[in-house]
């Protein structure tokens, strides 16, 4: 398979004839390319499907081109040439954002443009993702325990069946952002945008939700033992099929139907102010 790897990337980069730094980056993204062969190869797929996924991976080449350090033929490199380099791999991915079965743990993908990216079935444990533009991603059964997306755009995004154990998305925008049946224990919300979420069929247990507004969020089939709300606006929230009595509800303000369907599901309601 690596020669056939090797023939790919020949043939990507024919029409650009033997430049300088040609022999460090193919060298370079052959390695990653083997890196994602290999993953996906663990995760069950064929040689053909491994393979396919691999090169899918790989970026425009012309994208790769306008980054390559020009240092002349016999130079010497400089120590930041080798940075340059994985600068260069760095962003040629990003401009595709395909990370699916993707070993990318403790990555800095802060302040990055990824709308639309893939990282299912991805190992990135302790991932930054804050600030950047996440619209539409997809991660599907990612492993995020710890994972920052402070301040990121997550509109539209999809978790589920993912542990976010402990990750924080303070400041957030979650307008139909989907956590279904995802591992979400100790996650931070303070700030974010809550619009549409779908919490449903996951464990959000001892969340903290206080002060924040939350409208059409959907809590379906959850576990929220002892999750707060404390002081939260809730405009059309529903908790169908959920055990409400240890979650905590005090001053918390609501709309008459969302008032009823917790009173129906036995919630201590205290100090509530209807909207």
Do not use: C, W
């Amino acid at each position: 398979m690596e020669t056939k790897l090797k023939q790919f990337l020949d043939n990507a980069f024919a029409p650009y004839g033997s430049f300088p730094a040609r022999a460090d980056v193919t060298k370079e993204l052959l390695a990653n390319l083997q890196e994602k062969y290999q993953d996906v190869k663990m995760s069950g797929k064929t040689d053909e499907e491994a393979y396919q996924a691999a090169i899918d991976s790989f970026g425009d080449v012309a994208e790769i081109m306008e980054h390559v350090p020009h240092k002349q033929k016999n130079q010497p490199e400089t120590p930041g040439f080798r940075k340059s380099l994985k600068e260069t791999f760095r962003m040629a991915k990003l401009s595709r954002s395909k990370f699916s079965f993707a070993s990318l743990p403790k990555s800095d993908l802060t302040d990055s443009n990824l709308a639309g990216g893939d990282f299912s079935y991805s190992e990135l444990v302790g991932a930054a993702f804050d600030r950047s533009d996440l619209t539409g991603a997809n991660f599907r059964a990612a492993a995020l325990k710890g994972a920052s997306f402070v301040g990121a755009n997550l509109t539209n995004a999809l978790f589920a069946a993912s542990d976010l154990q402990d990750a924080s998305f303070d400041g957030a925008n979650l307008t139909e952002t989907k956590f279904k049946a995802s591992a979400l224990r100790g996650m931070s919300f303070k700030g974010a945008t809550l619009d549409h979420t779908d919490f449903s069929h996951s464990d959000i247990g001892r969340l903290s939700f206080d002060g924040l507004t939350l409208d059409g969020v959907i809590f379906d089939s959850s576990s929220i033992k002892e999750t707060s709300f404390k002081g939260a606006t809730l405009r059309d929230v529903t908790f169908h099929h959920t055990e409400l009595k240890h979650a905590i509800f005090d001053g918390a303000i609501m709309d008459k139907i969302t008032y009823a369907l917790l009173k129906g599901g036995k919630a201590e309601l205290r100090d509530i102010t209807f909207l």
